[in-house]
């Protein structure tokens, strides 16, 4: 089982003003230690106050590196492109000069892509400061998604990044065509922010902590790792 340490708010507000100061003092804590820190960003509505609050601070950006979680397989330009999410939020202001890695590339596929992708992610301080994540109401995290082509590669392997090929349903989309965390990069970082909101997401999240089969659900391969330290950040 992981460390689990959850953090239920009243507000979304609450949520962002805690949530912005421990990124702050970890990315602080993470070049004080190491000369570098390095934060994986997820896409969504949650953490999109507090980047966008991080983005104004004064921190010493160039030493930053963030890099994506998951990405579809679509241009950077493309509106559902979680880059461009990220670009509009984090990379503004101040947090422009942090030194921003990509996870699409110009491979013609994911699968073809992964052997470029685990090289610039490979070049990435270790372990990660933080790593964020999101949960889908389909037990999903990153874009480690139920019974995927690719999923059960992504649990087991050591690499940083793998291919996945979801089945498509009304939370992946038409586009099912991805590049993401594997389970040992996610659990290769000092702290997991898990961002949950609402009280169908705080269910789904209660069902994957009791356990069952990790392809349904595989956030439960994350809350089951035994090395992971993961705060559940919850706001109705």
């Known amino acids: 089982m992981a460390t689990i340490v959850e953090k239920f708010f009243a507000t979304k507000d609450e949520l962002t003003a805690e949530l912005s100061s ?29 980047y966008k609050h991080l983005s104004n601070l004064e921190l010493d950006w160039a030493n930053i590196d963030v890099a994506m979680v998951d990405e579809r397989w679509v241009d950077a330009s493309h509106e559902k492109s979680n880059e461009a999410f990220i670009k509009s939020t984090l990379l503004q202001n101040q947090g422009a000069a942090a030194n921003f890695i990509t996870m699409k590339n110009s491979a013609a596929t994911a699968k073809k892509g992964v052997a470029e992708c685990e090289a610039a992610y490979q070049s990435l301080k270790r372990p990660f400061d933080v790593t964020i994540l999101g949960m889908g109401p389909d037990g999903h995290t990153a874009s480690l998604f139920p019974h995927a082509e690719g999923l059960e590669h992504g649990l087991a392997t050591n690499d940083l990044v793998c291919a996945i090929n979801a089945i498509e349903s009304d939370v992946t989309g038409k586009i099912t ?14 702290v997991v922010k898990l961002l949950i909101s609402g009280e169908e997401k705080l269910e789904v999240y209660k069902q994957a902590k009791q356990g069952g089969a990790v392809a349904d659900m595989p956030l439960r391969a994350v809350l089951n790792h035994p090395t992971i330290n993961i705060e559940v950040y919850w706001a109705p």
């Open 22 to 50: 421990s990124l702050e003092q970890s990315l602080v804590s993470g070049i004080k230690q190491d000369g570098r820190a390095v934060l994986m960003v997820s896409g969504g509505s949650s953490p999109a106050p507090a």
């Open 177 to 190: 065509e991805r590049m993401t965390l594997t389970l040992a990069a996610i659990a290769d970082s000092k």
